[in-house]
């Protein structure tokens, strides 16, 4: 089974107040988790592989074969593709973390969307910031 992760960090300024959301969808179209996180005072990018992390730890956790994941960050997307370098030395540790779970999936593929389409996990990151707080996980 394929899944499909929408991922999206978010800082209100940046650097200021921070969260990530993710939302797993499967092959169906059925959503299996939502989560969101408050990171406190960071970036936006920090933000962003925050919720690529969660989203990669969920699917190493549930042992999916096929991953798909979605992020409107075309920055991140295009690091973890290899076409751009990682210049930013607090974003080096985050990106060899998503690497080593990377690793540990038998399938990944990482896509740029629109941010109007990924409104879900857009929505789950500011309400990490509107409640300074973490969600617990939807799981199946």
Same mark, same amino acid.
Request: glycine residues 8%; positive net charge; charged residues 20%.
């Given at each position: 089974?394929?899944?499909? =992760?929408?991922?999206?960090?978010?800082?209100?300024?940046?650097?200021?107040?921070?969260?990530?959301?993710?939302?797993? =969808?499967?092959?169906?179209?059925? @959503?299996?988790?939502? !989560? +969101?996180?408050?990171?406190? !005072?960071?970036?936006?990018?920090?933000?962003? +592989?925050?919720?690529?992390?969660?989203?990669?730890? +969920?699917?190493?956790? &549930?042992?999916?074969?096929?991953?798909? $994941?979605?992020?409107?960050?075309? %920055?991140? $997307?295009?690091?973890?593709?290899?076409? +751009?370098?990682? @210049?930013?030395?607090?974003? $080096?540790?985050?990106?060899?973390?998503?690497?080593?779970?990377?690793?540990?999936?038998?399938?990944?593929?990482?896509? !740029?969307?629109?941010?109007?389409?990924?409104? %879900?996990? #857009?929505?789950?990151? #500011?309400?990490? $910031?509107? %409640?300074?707080? &973490?969600?617990?996980?939807?799981?199946?």
């Amino acid at each position: 089974m394929t899944i499909r =992760i929408y991922i999206d960090g978010s800082s209100r300024g940046n650097p200021g107040e921070a969260g990530y959301g993710f939302c797993v =969808i499967d092959s169906e179209g059925k @959503k299996l988790a939502a !989560h +969101y996180g408050y990171l406190g !005072h960071k970036t936006n990018n920090y933000a962003e +592989y925050q919720a690529l992390l969660a989203g990669l730890r +969920y699917a190493v956790k &549930n042992k999916y074969p096929k991953v798909e $994941v979605y992020s409107d960050s075309l %920055l991140l $997307v295009n690091q973890i593709k290899g076409l +751009y370098r990682v @210049k930013s030395s607090n974003l $080096v540790p985050l990106f060899l973390q998503a690497f080593q779970l990377i690793t540990k999936l038998p399938s990944f593929k990482i896509n !740029h969307l629109p941010r109007q389409q990924n409104r %879900l996990a #857009h929505q789950l990151a #500011h309400r990490a $910031v509107d %409640l300074k707080g &973490n969600s617990e996980p939807e799981e199946k």
